[in-house]
Structure formats: C-alpha cells, structure tokens
C-alpha cells in the first residue's frame, strides 16, 4: 500500500506563491504518472496538474503558466509550485499516483478515475 501525505497549505493573498509537497511511503514514481488534485465542498474533483513516467507534465488550463509540477525521485518528493494565486485556487490540494497514458497520448482533462492512490489532502485559501 503506498502512502502519500501532502504539506505546504497555507492561506496566503491573491498573487502569492505557495509550494505543496507530496511524499510518499515508498519508491513511487518509477512506473506511476503523479498528479495534484483539488476540491472545494460540493465540487468534483479537479485535475490540476500531472506528470507522466517519462517525466513530461500536463496541466489544467486554469493553472497553465502559474503552476509547474516537479517531482525529486531521490527523496521520494512530489513539488506543486504555484504562482500568481486567485481566490479562485482556494481549495483541498491532494496528491495522486496511478497509471495512467503518457502526456502525448492523451486528450482531455485529467481523470481522478486513472489514480489509485491518494494523499490525505492540504488545504490552501487564497484570499483577495
């Protein structure tokens, strides 16, 4: 069973950064892709960013150009750096791993339904 647990949240102001840590309990990353999630109350969850095997990312439209996913295989540490804050990524962050197909062959949103395994969740609130 591997065990994810994130770190970083915080509450931060509108056009802050925040960097969310993901570890996992195991060698993880060799043969999963790894991705972040979020979730507000009533909402599903959101595909926010993902990095395949081959070490190449994706990422929702809402966070492309303010968010980079970054992982340290050596120290078994999953990065979410994000950037230019809006109130609007206020949410549950969680860390994901699965498989899933590899960035170029993929089309469309990324799916909580390829991920098996998941963190327990950091909270971030942005405030304007």
């Known amino acids: 069973q591997v065990e994810l647990e994130e770190t970083g949240g915080d509450s931060v102001q509108s056009g802050g950064s925040l960097r969310l840590s993901c570890h996992a309990s195991?060698?993880?990353?060799?043969?999963?892709?790894m991705a972040w999630f979020r979730q507000t109350p009533g909402k599903e969850r959101e595909g926010v960013a993902l990095?395949?095997?081959?070490?190449?990312?994706d990422y929702a439209d809402s966070v492309k150009g303010r968010f980079t996913i970054s992982q340290d295989n050596a120290k078994n540490l999953l990065y979410l750096k994000m950037s230019s804050l809006k109130p609007e990524d206020t949410a549950m962050y969680y860390c994901?791993?699965?498989?899933?197909?590899?960035?170029?062959?993929?089309?469309?949103?990324?799916?909580?339904?390829?991920?098996?395994?998941w963190g327990q969740g950091t909270q971030v609130t942005v405030s304007s």
């Open positions: 994901a791993a699965g498989r899933c197909l590899p960035v170029h062959e993929r089309g469309g949103s990324i799916s909580p339904a390829e991920f098996d395994y």
């Open positions: 195991e060698f993880t990353y060799m043969g999963y892709c």
């Open positions: 990095i395949d095997t081959d070490g190449i990312s």
